[in-house]
T-cell receptor, first 119, second 113 residues
Framework: NAGVTQTPKFRILKIGQSMTLQCAQD?????MYWYRQDPGMGLKLIYY???????DKGEVPNGYNVSRSTTEDFPLRLELAAPSQTSVYFC??????????????????FGPGTRLTVL | QQQVKQSPQSLIVQKGGISIINCAYE??????FPWYQQFPGKGPALLIA?????SEKKEGRFTISFNKSAKQFSLHIMDSQPGDSATYFC????????????FGSGTRLLVRP
């Protein structure tokens, strides 16, 4: 199993450009999440999905869009990039109630991240 | 009501010492409290988690202490090792809200040899 994979690893965008961050998982997890991590600020949830065709907003959805056409893929779209979107983006997946113990029922498995700079 | 406050921001401990990281939450509806560990350049990984029906959860050298009345929980790392040097995040969620995690701001731990 590759787990959760993200591409690209690094990207520099100019203000106003658009891009799609790719995320894929091969663990047959039905829940997937996108977070952004800013220095000293922890991780903030952008969007999440509880299954193919179902997505919903998290804490900081403005400026982003998502789609979930398959169980495996959960791309994050940035339209009209702004300097405020400079961050490290993490995708995660989980399978509630599928953990090795009740304490790990919603273990979220994170990808390696995408470092995005908007100049 | 969604915030999770974490302290300290950074922590330096000698090898063999005890590392303690604290978190406080506001929303009494939270019912799942995990700790994630993150090494530089990597994504976070689940370390240990607790639910509010127990006051302590131990896995190896890692222990969560939970105080429901004070709305606080903490991570204790016993016999801290240089390999424990990482950033630690507490988090909280409600199992009836798609397990969305609200993260603390993180604690950067350095364990000196």
């Amino acid at each position: 199993n590759a787990g959760v994979t993200q591409t690209p690893k690094f990207r520099i965008l100019k203000i106003g450009q658009s891009m799609t961050l790719q995320c894929a998982q091969d663990m047959n997890h039905n829940y997937m999440y996108w977070y952004r991590q800013d220095p000293g600020m922890g991780l903030k949830l952008i969007y999440y999905s509880v299954g193919a065709g179902i997505t919903d907003k998290g804490e900081v959805p403005n400026g982003y869009n998502v789609s979930r056409s398959t169980t495996e893929d959960f791309p994050l779209r940035l339209e009209l990039a702004a300097p405020s979107q400079t961050s490290v983006y993490f995708c995660a997946s989980s399978y509630p109630k599928g953990g090795r113990s009740p304490f790990r029922d919603n273990e979220q498995f994170f990808g390696p991240g995408t470092r995005l700079t908007v100049l | 009501q969604q915030q999770v406050k974490q302290s300290p921001q950074s922590l330096i401990v000698q090898k063999g010492g005890i590392s303690i990281i604290n978190c406080a939450y506001e929303n009494t509806a939270f019912d799942y409290f995990p700790w994630y560990q993150q090494f530089p350049g990597k994504g976070p990984a689940l370390l240990i988690a607790i639910r509010p029906d127990v006051s302590e959860k131990k896995e190896g050298r890692f222990t969560i202490s939970f105080n429901k009345s004070a709305k606080q929980f903490s991570l204790h790392i016993m016999d801290s090792q240089p390999g424990d040097s990482a950033t630690y995040f507490c988090a909280a969620s409600r199992m009836d809200s798609s397990y969305k995690l609200i993260f603390g701001s993180g604690t950067r731990l350095l364990v000196r040899p």
